[in-house]
């Protein structure tokens, strides 16, 4: 494909810097650009600009003396998607069921839609129109899929758990596994009977690996908008609130309530029984104990807030310094008392 610099920022309705008419033949990362290529470059990136090898670079704010031409947008991220998928189009998927998949009783499927090969879809499942179900998906009975969404190789979604519209499953995501619920009597775990379901609200998507329980009763709720990456496990009867960041590894245990435009960085775990705020992030690793207010920013295990966990971090580097002076203001401190002593 070949496009010119004044056709791409067209497309991301950007103003260009410098010779319009360049064309541009591929996309590259900042560091690995060449001349017949277009990156972009915020943030400390664009300081180093003119060390970038680009035959263009979509920029937020024009950089004087730059090496090459320029895009300038207000988002140069969101405008670097769009070029990213004009110059690396979607794989067409066949819009047929194939002959291997197996639909039981009762099944509706809209128009347009999917279905792969050695797909199994049971009893009494709503499948919406422009639906595409890739190879090996399993869906359960009563499962409801809205329009528009994406359902990637070897996923599965158990029976009764409703999918909105826009919702994407990468490969081997677990929709509805039963929640984890025991009663345990004289050391001897019962299993309890989770019979409720997940909801998925409209333009969630979930990444590879990723389980979300069902609700012992009622639902397990992801709402709209949320983007959960891989490997996360959410426990029966979490709710999660709309625009939300779960990044890879979080955990989050059963019943716990999230509010909206929440960040989970990687690895951080949450106790359950719990209620988080609006606007909340959690640094990397952050052990979550308890209820946080909205607006808070948290860190550490167990959490505290961001500012307080820098302090303690900045003296624990400084501990083995501290331990010598301390031992040897104890040596001091012996020494007059023996003085002390012989006075």
Not at 120 to 141: L, S
Not at 163 to 174: F, I, T
Not at 179 to 191: D, K, M, P, Q
């Amino acid at each position: 494909m070949e496009k010119t610099l004044q056709e791409l920022a067209t497309l991301v309705g950007g103003r260009v810097v410098g010779d319009e008419s360049i064309v541009i033949t591929e996309t590259r990362g900042f560091e690995q650009a060449v001349k017949q290529s277009i990156t972009f470059a915020i943030g400390e990136y664009v300081e180093h600009i003119a060390l970038c090898q680009a035959g263009a670079v979509i920029v937020e704010s024009e950089v004087k003396d730059a090496p090459m031409a320029q895009i300038v947008v207000d988002n140069a991220k969101a405008a670097f998607a769009q070029v990213l998928e004009l110059f690396h189009p979607p794989v067409v998927v066949p819009r047929e069921v194939h002959s291997t998949a197996i639909i039981g009783d009762n099944v509706t499927l809209g128009n347009n839609v999917a279905i792969g090969a050695y797909c199994v879809i049971n009893d009494n499942a709503v499948i919406g129109d422009n639906v595409t179900i890739r190879p090996y998906v399993y869906i359960g009975h009563n499962v409801r899929i809205g329009e528009d969404s994406d359902i990637y190789a070897g996923a599965i979604v158990h029976e009764n758990c409703i999918l909105g519209k826009r919702v994407v499953l990468r490969a081997k995501a677990v929709i509805g596994g039963e929640g984890f619920g025991f009663a345990t009597e004289n050391g001897v775990h019962t299993h309890i009977p989770q019979v409720g379901n997940v909801i998925l609200e409209d333009d969630v998507e979930i990444g590879s690996c990723t389980t979300i329980d069902n609700a012992t009763m009622g639902s397990t709720l992801v709402r709209r908008g949320t983007k959960i990456d891989n490997l996360v496990h959410l426990g029966h009867n979490v709710e999660i609130g709309e625009d939300c960041f779960l990044i890879a590894q979080v955990g989050i245990a059963g019943s716990t309530k999230c509010g909206n435009h929440v960040i989970f960085a990687g690895q951080t775990g949450c106790t359950g029984h719990i209620t988080i705020g609006d606007n909340v992030q959690f640094a990397g690793k952050t052990g979550i104990t308890g209820n946080v207010p909205s607006n808070s920013i948290m860190a550490g295990y167990p959490m505290r807030p961001h500012k307080e966990w820098l302090k303690l971090a900045a003296y624990e580097n400084r501990l083995p310094d501290m331990v010598k002076t301390v031992k040897q203001l104890q040596k001091e401190i012996d020494a007059l008392k023996a003085q002390l002593k012989e006075s």
